[in-house]
C-alpha cells in the first residue's frame, strides 16, 4: 500500500515542514536577538565614528586656535621689541641732546667766567695805571726835571708797570 516513493515524498515533507519551523524558531528566537545586537553594535559604531569625527573637528578647531593665538603672541613680541628699540633710541638721542645741552650751558658759563675774570683783570689794571700815574705825576712834579729825564722817568715806571703785570 505504501508505496517507497510515497514515503520519500512525505519524509521529504515532514523535513521540509521540520526546517520551516526551525527556520521560524531560528528567526524569532536566534535571528531576531542577533539581528538586534548587530542593530546595536551598528549603531555603536556608527555614533563611535561620529564622536571620532566631532572629536577630530574640535581639535583642528582647537588647534587652528592655537595657531592664531602663536602668531598673535609672535606679532605682540615683535611690537614690544619694536617699541623698546624706538624707546631705546629715543632716550639715547635725549641723553645726547641733554650732554649737548649742559655742554652749551657749561661753555656759556666758563665764556662768563672768563668775561667776568677780564672784566676783574681790566679793571685791576686801570687802578695800577692811574695808582702809576698818580705816581709819575708827583714824582714829575716833586723834581721838575727836563725833558730827558721825564722821558726816562715814564719809561722806568712803565718798565715796573710791565715786570708788575
Known sequence: MFDLYDIEWVNAAYQLLAFFVLLLLLKKFAFGPIMDMMEKRENHVAEQISSAEKNREEAEKYLEEQREAIQQARVEAKEIVENSKKMSEQQAAEIVQNA??????MKETAKQDIQNEKAQAISALRE???TLSVLVASKVIEKELDEQDQEKLIEDTLKEVGEDL
Open 128 to 130: 695800577q695805571v692811574s
Open 100 to 105: 649737548r645741552d649742559e655742554s652749551a650751558r
